[in-house]
């Protein structure tokens, strides 16, 4: 395999210098890294995030559809797929045979507390590496901004 030199003029672009679109996508990039030292039996950061939306009592599609930001469809596509894979279960409402409910399996639930594990230590690595004050404000300014 041939190793490709970069241009005499190359010089790495430093972090100081990227747009915060483009820090996140490092820090996400991170995330990705972690995730993939795992094997998660196919589920990708889009199943989990659906995963962890989904309270112990359940919920149905049209409620978890506006909580993820997603439309009915694209959700109805991911819960099939996690009924498939173990993690989820749908039954008809017991008040509404319209409605279908949502609940975690013990599959869903094992993943879910697994996933939180990882990240907690990501978390912690990100605030050994900075500092936990400086970690817990960029945390809570974080939380601030998704919030609108």
Do not use: N
Request: net charge positive.
């Amino acid at each position: 395999m041939t190793k490709v030199k970069a241009p005499a003029e190359y010089r790495p672009v430093r972090a100081a210098d990227l747009h915060v679109a483009a820090l996140m996508g490092l820090l996400f990039e991170q995330v990705r890294r972690m995730l993939a030292e795992q094997d998660w039996g196919g589920l990708r950061p889009a199943h989990f995030r659906l995963l962890e939306a989904v309270p112990a009592g359940g919920i149905s599609i049209s409620a978890l559809a506006p909580a993820l930001r997603m439309t009915k469809q694209a959700v109805g596509q991911f819960v099939t797929q996690l009924v498939e894979s173990g993690h989820l279960d749908v039954q008809v409402a017991p008040d509404d045979r319209r409605r279908r409910m949502v609940t975690r399996t013990s599959t869903g639930d094992e993943t879910v507390a697994a996933l939180a594990v990882r990240l907690d230590q990501l978390e912690r690595e990100w605030a050994q590496r900075v500092g936990t004050r400086r970690y817990d404000e960029f945390r809570a300014t974080l939380e601030l901004l998704a919030e609108q």
